[in-house]
RNA sequence: GAUCUCUUAGCUCAGCUGGUAGAGCAAUACACUUUUAAUGUAUGGGUCCAGGGUUCGAACCCCUGAGGGAUCACCA
C-alpha cells in the first residue's frame, strides 16, 4: 500500500529526513516542560511586568513572516494563539546558524509543533510576543495545512469551509477554525453542569447495557446485531428508559445517565444514528416537580455555557430564565388550528385532521394523529420555552395517567425556538396498566406502525415488586447545544458525525513494479511519473512506455539512468 | 427515497459561445533585523470527481456512477 504524494508533502518527507542529518529528532520522545500557555502569557503579560524573563511553552506553527535574520511566527497550544520573535543570532549565538538558516527558516513547516524558551516583550506595532533563544523541534507535520489568515479587522481568507473534509478530517477543521473547539467546549459545558446540579441533587450517575435483547423505552427502529457466544440477536439500545425504571425499583432515590442511543432512521441536519439523550429518574416526585426542576436547570446551564440566560437561535432570542409557560397539548391545537379535541373520538380526530389538510392513514391512532395535528400547526409558534404538556394517552404508553383524565397522561415536552429538547413523565408504575399498555402498542404494530413498542416482561415483572412514584426526564443533549451554540446542524455539535465510508485510492508499492523487471531506482519513481498500478503501465505501448519515462527523466532532470528500450519490452514478457 | 445543485492546484475560487486551464494564499529560490492577510522578484505545482457518449476538438454539451450541500418526504 502507498499513496500519492503531492508536491508539497514530498518536500516535507526531504525536510525530515534533513532535520535527521542535522542531527535533530523530528519525533522526539522526551517529555518536554512548559512553564505557561499561550493564553496566560497573552493575557498576564505587559510591557514591563516582571516574572516573564524566562518562559517556556510548545505549540503548533502556524504562520511563519521570515524577514531575514528575524523572523516572527504564531505558535498555537491548546488555549490560543501567541506570537514568537526569532532572530538568527539570539538562537544561534556562536558561528554555527543552522538552527536558524536551515532548521528554523526551511526545515520547519506551519504545522509542525515545537517548543521556545525565551523572554516576553512587546513589538513596535504593539503585539505581546516571546522573544525565542532556545528552539526545539517536537514533532514534524507530513501534510500540508490548509492556512487560515485573519486581518486586523477579523475578515478570515481561505478558511476550510468544505463540509465533507470538516466533519470526516475534524482534526483539521479543529487545528485551522478556532470556533469549533469552542463549540465542543460550551457541548462540555453543557454536560459538565448537568452532572455537577445532579450530583449536588444526591442523585446517583449509572451506566446501563447499550446491547440489549429487547430495544425499548421509545418508539424506534433498532440497529441489530448478533452475540456469537449466546447466539442471540441484540439490539443497541433506542433508550435507557426502562433500565433506569429497573434501578428506581432498587431502591436508588435517583439515578441518570448520559447515554449515547442508536435509531436506524434517516439522517439530516438534525438526526444523527448515533446521538446523546440524558435521562433522569427521581423517586417521589411527578411532572410538575420535573417542570420546575428542568427550567432550574436549564437556567443554570445556559449561563454556564453563554454567561447569560439569553440565547440567540437565528433570527431568534430565547431566554431560558424560569419559569417556562405551561399549556395543555390540547389547548395549544385549539389555540392554532380552532379544533377542540377534548374527548374526541378516533374517528373524529382523523376528520379533524383531515379538515386541516393533513395526510392520514388507518395506521394512525388517535394518539398519532394529535401528534400530527401539533407537529405540523403549533410546535413553529413555541420560540420561547414552553411546557407542552398533558398529551393522549394512547402515544404515551410509559407515562401515568392524568390524575383529573383518565384519556390523558402526565407528561410534558419542554418547546425551545419550535423544537422538542425534553420530554418527562409522572411515569407509570402500576404493572397492570403497565402491561395493558404494552398490548396496545401490540395493536398499533399489527396496524402496521413499525416504530410501536415491544413487551419487555422483565420490566413488568420488575414493576410488579413495586416502583415508588417517579417522575422521569429525558434531553436530547445535541440538540440543546444546538440552541446554546447557535447551531443548525447537528453535525456542527458532533466530533465525528456519522458519513458515508470514505474510499481510499491506494497506488502500487516499488516492489510491486520491480517484480516485473523495473530497476529499484525507477521504481520508487514511477507512481509520480502517472502510473498508479502495475496495471496501468502495462496498458502502455512498450515504444511509447520508453519514451513517456524517460521524457520524464529528462523533465525532472533524474539523476537515473535512461531507460534502454529492450528493458521495457521485458517488463510486458514478466 | 425524490427534486435541485455542486465537485477545477494543499486552501478559497475564476474559467465567456466547446479550442486540452488561471488568480490569491500556501510551496520553492533569492533579498530583507520588530512584522502581522509582512513585502519585493523569480519559479514550480493540475487524472479539471470517475466512466462512457457527441464532436475535428470537451473542465464546458449529453448519459451513467460516486461523493458533498440544499429543499421535501420519512423519522419523536
Known amino acids: 500500500m502507498a499513496r500519492l504524494l503531492s508536491e508539497q508533502e514530498l518536500l516535507r518527507r526531504e525536510s525530515l529526513n534533513k532535520l535527521k542529518g542535522l542531527g535533530i529528532d523530528p519525533f522526539p520522545a522526551a517529555e518536554y516542560q512548559v512553564s505557561h500557555y499561550a493564553k496566560d502569557l497573552s493575557t498576564q503579560y505587559s510591557e514591563g511586568v516582571d516574572g516573564f524573563e524566562n518562559v517556556c511553552i510548545a505549540g503548533r506553527l502556524m504562520t511563519k513572516r521570515i524577514m531575514g535574520k528575524a523572523s516572527f511566527a504564531v505558535l498555537t497550544d491548546s488555549t490560543g ?101 469552542d463549540i465542543f467546549r460550551k457541548r462540555n459545558r453543557v454536560i459538565s453542569t448537568m452532572r455537577r446540579v445532579f450530583d449536588e441533587a444526591g442523585y446517583m450517575e449509572v451506566e446501563t447495557p447499550i446491547l440489549q435483547p429487547i430495544p425499548g423505552g421509545a418508539a424506534a427502529r433498532p440497529f441489530i446485531t448478533h452475540h456469537n457466544a449466546l447466539d442471540v440477536p441484540l439490539y443497541l439500545r433506542v433508550a435507557n428508559e426502562l433500565y433506569l425504571k429497573r434501578l428506581i425499583v432498587g431502591g436508588f432515590e435517583g439515578v441518570y445517565e448520559f447515554a449515547k442511543d442508536f435509531r436506524n432512521e434517516g439522517m439530516d441536519k438534525t438526526h444523527n444514528p448515533e446521538f446523546t439523550v440524558m435521562e433522569i429518574y427521581v423517586a417521589y416526585k411527578d411532572y410538575h416537580w420535573m417542570m420546575r426542576f428542568v427550567e432550574n436547570l436549564l437556567e443554570d446551564v445556559a449561563l454556564a455555557v453563554n454567561a447569560t440566560t439569553d440565547a440567540v437561535i437565528g433570527a431568534n432570542t430565547v431566554s431560558f430564565k424560569a419559569p417556562y409557560a405551561r399549556v395543555p397539548i390540547l389547548d395549544a391545537i385549539k389555540k392554532h388550528t380552532g379544533l377542540d379535541l377534548a374527548g374526541k373520538s378516533e374517528h373524529d380526530v382523523r376528520e379533524a385532521a383531515k379538515s386541516i389538510g393533513l395526510e392520514v392513514d388507518d395506521s394512525m391512532g388517535k394518539g398519532k394523529l394529535i401528534d400530527e395535528i401539533f407537529g405540523e400547526k403549533c410546535e413553529e409558534h413555541y420560540i420561547q420555552p414552553t411546557y407542552i404538556t398533558d398529551y393522549p394517552v394512547e402515544m404515551s404508553p410509559l407515562c401515568k395517567k392524568h ?63 413495586g416502583m415508588p412514584p417517579t417522575s422521569g426526564l429525558g434531553i436530547g443533549i445535541d440538540r440543546l447545544t444546538m440552541m446554546l451554540t447557535n447551531q443548525e446542524s447537528i453535525q456542527e455539535v458532533l466530533f465525528f458525525p456519522q458519513m458515508r465510508p470514505e474510499k481510499f485510492e491506494s497506488v502500487a508499492g516499488p516492489e510491486e513494479f520491480q517484480a516485473i523487471g523495473v530497476p529499484k531506482d525507477w521504481s520508487a519513481v514511477m507512481v509520480q511519473a502517472g502510473f498508479h498500478t502495475v496495471a496501468s503501465l502495462l496498458e502502455q505501448k512498450p515504444a511509447g512506455l520508453h519514451q513517456k519515462l524517460n521524457g520524464y527523466r529528462k523533465k525532472n532532470k533524474l539523476d537515473l539512468p535512461a531507460l534502454q528500450l529492450e528493458l521495457v519490452e521485458s517488463w510486458f514478457n514478466a
Not at 516583550?121 to 500540508?144: A, C, D, M, N
Not at 481561505?158 to 469549533?180: F, G, K, M, S
Not at 406502525?449 to 414493576?463: G, H, N, P
Open 81 to 181: 494563539d501567541l506570537q514568537i520573535y526569532v532572530n538568527r543570532d539570539e538562537v544561534c549565538p556562536g558561528e554555527d546558524k543552522a538552527m536558524y538558516n536551515d532548521v528554523f527558516k526551511k526545515l520547519l513547516d506551519i504545522g509542525d509543533f515545537v517548543g521556545v524558551r525565551g523572554h516576553m516583550f512587546v513589538t513596535q506595532t504593539g503585539e505581546i510576543s516571546l522573544h525565542v533563544k532556545e528552539l526545539t523541534v517536537l514533532s514534524k507535520s507530513l501534510r500540508p495545512l490548509p492556512v487560515v489568515k485573519t486581518d486586523g479587522d477579523g475578515n478570515v481568507y481561505d478558511a476550510l469551509t468544505d463540509p465533507e473534509i470538516r466533519y470526516r478530517q475534524r482534526y483539521v477543521d479543529l487545528i485551522v477554525n478556532p470556533r469549533v473547539k
Open 403 to 465: 390524575r383529573d383524565n383518565p384519556e390523558l397522561t402526565e407528561r410534558f415536552e419542554l418547546m425551545v425556538n419550535g423544537k422538542e429538547v425534553a420530554n418527562a413523565y409522572s411515569e407509570l408504575n402500576d404493572p397492570i396498566d403497565q402491561l395493558e399498555r404494552f398490548e396496545d402498542q401490540l395493536k398499533l404494530s399489527a396496524k402496521g406502525d413499525d416504530e410501536a413498542m415491544f413487551i419487555d416482561q422483565d420490566f413488568i415483572r420488575a414493576l410488579e415488586y
